[in-house]
């Protein structure tokens, strides 16, 4: 059985971020639907997640619900934002390894929005 959750969001549009990634990590931790929730952001929602405080305000109550938030480390400094990621106090790093290791890992449930 699959007991852990990781969420690969890559896509920026605010709607779909606020209405079904962040509602669904955030209440899935809440209501025990997975006993660890990884959301990754990657991509253009780095920029997303600093620049819009909608976006940040619903990221951090899912850290602090208890979903665990990792950050692609090349795409923040691509974008410019890798400090600012850091400071939110994700853990930016090299998510490459991480992911293939994810999706190589059949206890590991991946979904990429």
């Known amino acids: 059985m699959k ?3 990781a969420v690969l969001w890559t896509n920026a549009d605010k709607m779909t971020s606020l209405h079904m990634v962040l509602m669904y990590t955030k209440n899935s931790k809440l209501r025990g639907w997975w006993n660890d ?3 990754i952001i ?3 929602t780095a ?3 600093v620049e819009d405080l909608d976006v940040q305000k619903e990221v951090l109550a899912a850290r602090d619900a208890g979903v665990k938030i990792g950050a692609c480390q ?3 400094r691509n974008l410019g934002v890798y400090d600012l990621l ?3 106090g994700f853990d930016v790093k ?3 390894p991480v992911l293939t290791e994810y999706l190589n890992d059949e206890t590991i449930q991946v979904l990429s929005i």
């Open 3 to 5: 007991q852990k959750l």
């Open 37 to 39: 929730i990884e959301l």
């Open 42 to 44: 990657w991509g253009a």
């Open 47 to 49: 920029k997303l997640v």
């Open 74 to 76: 090349a795409c923040a």
């Open 86 to 88: 850091v400071d939110l």
């Open 94 to 96: 090299s998510y490459g």
